[in-house]
């Protein structure tokens, strides 16, 4: 009968962040395990919260399934002799596997008859399996930090302090290093600390519940939410919409309890973004907001505490915001003292890679990249495009973006406001690191799109150029992330770049700081840019062999692959594309490699030669003017045309005849055709 399981490694507060990572790993690791050791289940959860990562499997086998394995041996006909005696191959086969002779059987495969042994191995009981299971699961966690405590070698985001372990109702027994597992979990640290038995999973989470502790992070998530909306409502407001500060939270507390504090209205003059970040970086404090979004003189506190009088938790988050605000109001005026485009020299002791050298060097690179894009897209653009470049990075080396790195732009945008500078640089220092994570906006303006692309190229190219190449999950730079950024902006812009030239400019610039031939980094630039552009096609629903077909034609400017793209898979909906394929692959296969001719009218000997030519001439201009004019579905619509001669062309003529002029000629005929849509896609790498 099937039963559930339960276990729960009890811990000091572990990081918020390490915890939405370790549940998820928890189950995959554990799905991993009951496969690997044939133990069927219909269900498994990961619950936790910053003190016990739990693990609930429903329904979970008591006996693990049995396994059978055949093993194969020498032929038939080499293990035994004319008259069915084994011979020493068949006994030594036998002797191996540990068996007797008379145990072996024989199998028929593709290749023959073969020699072969059946072993049957009973399950065992699952019960005694947890026994290693368990501990194998539990060490089999990963952290981005872990340690080692007191005289234990066994290393985990924090010390372990108890491991409940329960199959049936009955505890799993077994040691991980000093810790035993049993039946015991405990509530909230604080509020009710003391050690409760557990029977099932259930009264798991009933008691907990009733010991101030809400294990399923997604009931706290909502719960939060709830509280957040309810508790804002009363001072007029609203929480501002921050889902990663949420996530945070919820992994921050066992139970949550929201309250809310004020501070002193005077700061709202500070900038919006600077006031919300000092909230919540530093305190985890969500904003409020009146119904037209302008922030409101208050925050919400997400407490793992339940007091009497709520009102002195209120008083000491409000007594620490009031010193950060302050540091934050302090840090901004002594920015102001000095004009941003003053701190560009100071750059020149940031740096950026040891190998690339300065922040300061990769603003001049870029900047010169930037110009370079400003002369193919908008020439009238270049001045304040070279200023945005030359201001973009200045906030590095400020003291407010120094306590708030991720501020970068957003206050480098601010004092370029405050300095009077043109909207289209204010609003391109803002925008230029965008897009930073998937479904982020890119830039609006021309400076910051520009610049974007500058920065995001130069820091590709530069890292390809030392070596720096993302390997597997490893990829320090982001360098993934800002060839995407790269690839949507230039869609997004429709950007008509030779991205061969860009990348070539780019290694120009970087001369000096290159640590291989400038060929090879460029070949292997462009291929990963192919390999994001392809993964980015495919998420979107385009057959890969679609994308290849036209990528192995044209892969030099993106806005150009991806149109032609879009319009070869909408051509695979026309009903007749299925026999048009087939048509034009009889055409490129027959073709000989490297062949070259000229069609001779006066060559033609049958009527279906003469219709095909004729049909070919009726639509090559039209063809060659809308390939001409990127109107590349009225291109493929116009070649379509030719399904039917092409196919009464194949039933009625003979191509590769004897004679030599008249077989030249018929090839010579099919190349046109392939002519036509050659230099569009390949379209011998679609598959019907």
């Not at 990562?53 to 329904?59: D, F, K, N, W």
């Not at 909230?188 to 294990?215: G, M, N, S, W």
Request: with cysteine; net charge neutral; proline share 5%.
């Amino acid at each position: 009968m099937p039963k559930e399981l339960l276990l729960e490694i009890g811990t000091e507060e572990i990081p918020s962040s390490f915890v939405l990572m370790a549940l998820k790993e928890i189950e995959q690791n554990a799905r991993k395990l009951f496969e690997t050791y044939r133990i069927g289940f219909s269900e498994i959860k990961a619950l936790g919260t910053p003190r016990r990562l739990t693990l609930y499997m429903g329904q979970v086998e008591e006996r693990q399934q049995d396994f059978v394995t055949e093993v194969l041996g020498p032929a038939k006909r080499v293990a035994y002799d004319e008259k069915g005696n084994p011979t020493k191959a068949a006994l030594g086969f036998a002797r191996g596997q540990g068996v007797t002779v008379e145990d072996l059987c024989i199998k028929a495969t593709e290749r023959g008859e073969y020699v072969c042994v059946i072993k049957w191995e009973k399950g065992s009981e699952t019960g005694t399996l947890l026994r290693k299971i368990l501990p194998e699961l539990i060490t089999s966690l990963s952290f981005p930090k872990s340690m080692r405590w007191g005289e234990s070698r066994l290393r985990f985001a924090r010390p372990i302090h108890w491991i409940l372990a329960l199959f049936g109702g009955e505890v799993v027994d077994f040691q991980l290093e000093e810790l035993r597992s049993g039946s015991l979990t405990y509530g909230h640290r604080f509020l009710k600390p003391q050690a409760i038995p557990i029977q099932d999973f259930a009264t798991y989470l009933q008691a907990l519940r009733e010991a101030y502790v809400i294990v399923d992070p997604d009931e706290r998530r909502e719960s939060i939410r709830k509280q957040l909306v309810e508790v804002a409502s009363q001072k007029g407001g609203k929480p501002l919409e921050d889902e990663a500060l949420l996530d945070t939270v919820t992994f921050l507390v066992e139970y949550p309890k929201v309250i809310w504090g004020q501070f002193d209205p005077g700061y709202l003059r500070l900038p919006r973004e600077l006031l919300i970040t000092t909230l919540r970086e530093h305190q985890k404090y969500f904003s409020v907001v009146d119904s037209k979004g302008q922030l409101l003189p208050y925050f919400l506190v997400v407490s793992n505490m339940v007091a009497k009088d709520m009102s002195i938790i209120r008083q000491g988050n409000e007594r620490v915001l009031k010193a950060r605000l302050a540091d934050a109001e302090f840090f901004f005026h002594e920015d102001q003292k000095r004009p941003l485009e003053t701190r560009l020299e100071d750059l020149k002791q940031v740096i950026f890679q040891e190998k690339l050298g300065t922040s300061y060097e990769k603003v001049q690179r870029f900047t010169q990249l930037a110009l370079y894009l400003a002369s193919i897209i908008d020439e009238s653009s270049k001045p304040l495009v070279a200023r945005t470049a030359q201001l973009c990075k200045a906030d590095l080396v400020t003291e407010m973006v120094k306590e708030f790195p991720n501020l970068q732009g957003i206050m480098g945008s601010e004092y370029a406001r405050l300095s009077g500078e043109p909207e289209e640089v204010v609003k391109g220092i803002l925008e230029h690191y965008r897009p930073r994570f998937a479904g982020d906006a890119i830039p609006e303006s021309t400076s910051g799109a520009l610049v974007s692309l500058a920065d995001k190229l130069d820091t590709i190219v530069g890292c390809f150029g030392v070596n720096l190449i993302p390997t597997g999950s490893e990829d320090p730079y982001a360098l993934r992330r800002q060839a995407l950024g790269i690839i949507h902006i230039i869609l997004g812009k429709e950007y008509s770049l030779s991205l061969n030239a860009l990348i070539s400019q780019s290694l120009q610039l970087l001369q000096g700081k290159l640590l291989r031939p400038p060929e090879e980094v460029k070949k292997e630039v462009l291929e990963f840019f192919k390999v994001r552009f392809i993964n980015l096609l495919t998420s979107q629903g385009i057959r890969q062999d679609t994308i290849e077909a036209v990528l192995s034609v044209e892969f030099d400017d993106l806005v150009d692959s991806y149109r032609r793209i879009l319009a070869l898979a909408e051509f695979r909906n026309d009903p007749g594309f299925e026999s048009l394929l087939i048509a034009f692959k009889r055409v490129i296969n027959i073709i000989p490699k490297g062949f070259s001719g000229k069609v001779n009218p006066n060559l033609f000997e049958r009527d279906e030669e003469k219709d095909l030519y004729q049909a070919v001439l009726k639509i090559k201009d039209l063809v060659a003017s809308a390939f001409a004019q990127k109107e590349y579905r009225k291109a493929l619509t116009e070649i379509s045309t030719l399904r039917s001669p092409v196919d009464r062309f194949f039933t009625g003529v003979m191509v590769m005849v004897e004679d030599p002029e008249i077989r030249t000629n018929r090839l010579a005929l099919l190349d046109t055709i392939a002519d036509l849509f050659r230099g569009f896609a390949d379209f011998s790498k679609l598959v019907v």
